[in-house]
């Protein structure tokens, strides 16, 4: 199967490595208007991403672009006939990533999300509890998140302007984190409230966020993350509090589960492994549900309308903080 990736910056370059790992695929080329980003790369490369839509050999793309871009080149590729995996979010707007999800229905393409966090093996295996019922009935969660904007290589210009990018961290890193919430514990979120600083001055962006929701039968869920503008650090952890016990969650380490008088825990990656490394075993993995998916003709997992309630309670959360 050949690929190609349109927007070779950090991520497209991770995406470049994830697909080098999967058997029966091949990178055939990259369209990235900064020449210099595709020096020394030994694939085609193309300045403008329509001519390697107009390469038939090319069975699928990737875009790993800035979020306001996604709609437009989405459009063009599902209208090429290509099959298209979207770095998240969707689209700059729920609204217009419904709009994509319908235009693949009708071109019949696949079309999925990258979303990273649902095949990390800790946030993995976090539902397999929780779903198994190891904790019983979940009475509450919890989750913190605060990385450095340096951790993954300096953060583009666009992504400090709302016009371009949607959204600072509640967006970006916030997708990720109600996503999985919800999907571990098998239950829909209700937004109660939310809460944005804007004090390190990153552009016109919010550099910290919290979010006050509740599951379907009414838990609390309480999320707060943020940005540092210092450092190359991350840290963060997710607590599912049950009526049997408590599973606390690191998406990049993994897992503790405390229920009784027991205590299990695993490590998921290898001792010595970047971050970046570790966020490649998620990436990969997704680029792999992609792979399948096209072979077997049949929908992704998850579907690309998964990805769009989390980001309808983050606008729906901007809205409510425009209006205080």
Known sequence: MNFGIIGFGYTGQQHARGLLSIPGTHLAAIAENDVSRTAGVNTKAYPDYRELLGDSSIQAVTICLPHFLHEQVTVDALNAGKHVLVEKPLAISAEAGERLCRLAERVSRVLMVEMTHRFMPPVVEARQFVQGGRLGKILAVTETLFENIGLFG?????????????????????????????????????????????????????????????????????????????????????????TQGTLHVDCWDGWKLETGNECQQRFCFEEGTSIGERALVGMTSALKEFVAAIRESRPPNPSPDESLPSQRLIELAYAMARED
């Open 154 to 242: 300096s953060l583009p210009p666009w992504m400090f302007s709302r016009e371009k990018a949607g959204g600072g961290t509640g967006l970006t890193s916030g997708i990720h984190l109600l996503d999985h919430v919800a999907w571990i514990t098998g239950q829909p979120l209700s937004l109660q409230a939310a809460r944005f600083g804007y004090s390190q001055g990153l552009g016109d962006i919010e550099d910290t966020a919290a979010f006050f929701l509740t599951l379907d039968h009414g838990a609390p869920v309480h999320i707060t993350l943020g940005w540092r503008s210092e450092g190359k650090s991350l840290e963060g952890q997710l607590c599912c509090h049950g």
